[in-house]
């Protein structure tokens, strides 16, 4: 029964996981017989049978049945044929040889999962007898434009977060600054590691670091896991009949809702370190990189993550259907960044919004994220080449691109969310639509150009997101509609029919009552001279047919 067990619970995430990707686990099952259903439902991904619940449901299974024998020799099998699937059906599966019996020490290396609750590669780090939570400061990020000031404040007070839930639970989190790949196995090979955990994650760094990682861990016997986490569904889970990944988003959706959740991974209770291993410093902000962060940007951590959940759960999810568009409300979550660090478990948030009511539309948005990221772990190229070219020769006006980057293109809605993101590191995804609208179709902007001024600047700066949105917007993503133009003065009328938003992010337009600000341009000469305010930069109506000729 041991033997069993450990072999089981060393091999259950690719059991269950190879099934899944197979999309037959159900079918499986039932040729099985319930009672091996019944005990892989407590193994729960391998991770429970030799311990709490899980272990005294399965062996209640076990002792409550007839015929033992018979049903562990029919659950050895259903394992080992799994654990087959699973190898030939996920290309990133762990394929490292697996340790067999106690692990005595494993790393866990933090990626953008900086969290303790649901954390399925800290969960099976944490069975190890010590375990090490590593993050490393990795240099070449930190010297690109990943380091948007507004990122990396964020992840440092994340990273600090983790550490003091790390050692309420005994332990804390170790720091290295360098390659992540080389600074991971060398701390592995420090403290005797027999087993390395880590999030997946899916763009082509996180894919090319990946493989570096299972080379280099296998050059050591160094047993590597690769774990989910980082979406609800993973990238090519559910595939169409016909290709590797959805290319829009309502049959990805419906196949989405099918997929069965996997169970959450437990946070560790109580974790033990090894014995001298330097713990390594968290450096200041100023110390890793010259900017500012914006003033009113989102503060980073789990903590603070959960809180913010729950306030949403309790007071904002049975509005979500009804008022997520409302721009002056910003009745969203606003857990766009705590879901990019992982310091919210995307399936513990779906789980909570689907047990209440409204929240079938916020379940929506999720699946939008998981969609971006099939469409991104299928074309890595996304953040830089169209996925459906137009043909487009873009504008490259210089002028027109600092007038919207700096909110003075004279259309106050588009304005107004422009500093909003200056000034909060953030964005309504009303206003992102409109804004990213007015740069790529009324100034005939490359999308590109805009991305890049939201990574720097966005705390939920993300890559799948970003690049899928920006790309869905110009026309040349997802959109089934790739030629529409969003008209920005009805779309301010609508979104924000008081003037509310526009106000509260442009000073210079406050005293303008009422739906009156969103067209300055239209108020009496007198007035209209005493604002220290543009001109619109294109009129709408022309620059949209001009985009459609283009287009068409
Ligand atoms: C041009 C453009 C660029 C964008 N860039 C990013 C980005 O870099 N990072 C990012 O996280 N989101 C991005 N989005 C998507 C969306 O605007 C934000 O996720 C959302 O505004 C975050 O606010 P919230 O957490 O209150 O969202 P809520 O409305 O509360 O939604 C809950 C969660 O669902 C997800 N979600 C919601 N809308 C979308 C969407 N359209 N696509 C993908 N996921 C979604 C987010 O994770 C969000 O936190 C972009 C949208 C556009 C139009």
Redesign the pocket.
């Known amino acids: 029964m041991n033997q069993l067990a450990l072999l089981l619970q060393a091999k259950g995430d690719a059991v269950v996981g190879g099934w899944r990707d197979q999309q037959n686990r159900r079918e499986r099952r039932a040729e099985q017989g319930e009672e091996v259903e019944a005990l892989l439902e407590a193994i729960d991904f391998g991770e429970v049978l030799l311990e709490g619940n899980g272990k005294q449901e399965g062996e209640e299974h076990l002792h409550a049945g007839q015929g033992h024998a018979q049903l562990l020799q029919q659950l050895a099998e259903v394992a080992i044929e799994a654990f087959a699937l699973a190898l030939v059906a996920s290309r990133r599966a762990f394929l490292h040889p697996f340790t067999i019996g106690n692990v005595k020490t494993a790393v866990v290396l933090f990626n953008r999962d900086l969290r303790i609750h649901d954390n399925p590669a800290l969960a099976a780090a944490a069975k190890a007898e010590r375990t090490v939570p590593l993050f490393v400061l990795d240099e070449s990020l930190l010297g690109s434009r990943f380091a948007a000031p507004n990122r990396v404040a964020f992840m440092l007070e994340a990273l600090r977060d983790l550490d003091e839930s790390l050692r309420k639970a005994g332990a804390r989190l170790y720091l290295r600054r360098g390659d992540p790949v080389k600074e991971a196995v060398a701390v592995a090979r420090e403290c005797g590691a027999e087993e390395l955990h880590a999030g997946a994650d899916w763009s082509s760094y996180a894919a090319r670091r990946e493989e570096r990682l299972r080379r280099a861990c296998a050059e050591q016997r160094i047993g590597f896991r690769v774990h989910p986490g980082t979406t609800i569904v993973a990238p090519g889970a559910v595939t169409p009949s016909a290709g590797d990944h959805f290319k829009v988003f309502s049959p990805f959706h419906r196949a989405w809702e099918e997929v069965p959740a996997r169970p959450q991974a437990r946070g560790p209770r109580r974790l033990a370190v090894p014995s001298r291993l330097a713990a390594g410093r968290l450096p200041a902000l100023d110390a890793l990189l010259r900017g500012e962060p914006s003033p009113r940007r989102a503060p980073g951590g789990e903590s603070e993550g959960r809180k913010r959940m729950r306030a949403f759960l309790r007071d904002g999810l049975s509005g979500y259907a009804d008022h997520?568009d409302d721009l002056p409300g910003d009745r969203?979550?606003?857990?766009?960044p705590y879901?990019?660090f992982g310091c919210v478990s995307p399936l513990e948030l779906l789980g909570e919004a689907r047990s209440r009511r409204g929240g079938a539309a916020?379940a929506r948005?999720?699946c939008?994220?998981d969609f971006?990221h099939q469409v991104l772990a299928a074309n890595p190229s996304l953040p830089s080449r169209d996925y459906r070219p137009r043909g487009d020769r873009w504008s490259r006006s210089r002028r027109a691109f600092e007038a919207w980057r700096e909110g003075r293109t004279g259309y106050p809605i588009v304005d107004a969310a422009m500093r909003q993101l200056q000034l909060e590191g953030r964005?309504?995804?009303r206003a992102?639509?409109i804004v990213?609208s007015f740069l790529t179709k009324d100034l005939y902007i490359d999308w590109r150009w805009g991305a890049r001024h939201?990574w720097d600047l966005?705390t939920?700066?993300?890559i799948a997101?970003?690049a899928?949105?920006?790309q869905w917007?110009a026309g040349t993503g997802n959109d089934t509609r790739p030629n529409r133009v969003f008209n920005p003065v009805r779309q301010a009328h609508r979104f924000d029919p008081e003037g509310t938003y526009v106000r509260r992010y442009l000073p210079e337009l406050e005293s303008i009552e009422g739906k009156a600000v969103h067209e300055p341009w239209r108020l009496d000469g007198a007035s209209r001279r005493q604002l220290d305010y543009p001109e619109p930069i294109v009129d709408h109506d022309q620059a949209a047919a001009t985009f459609l000729a283009r287009r068409t």
Do not use: C, I, P, Y
Not at 332 to 336: A, E, G, I, R, W
């Open positions: 997520h969203t979550s606003s857990l766009s879901l990019r916020f948005q999720l939008w994220r971006h964005m309504h995804n992102r639509m990213a939201f966005l939920d700066g993300e997101n970003n899928g949105n920006w917007v």
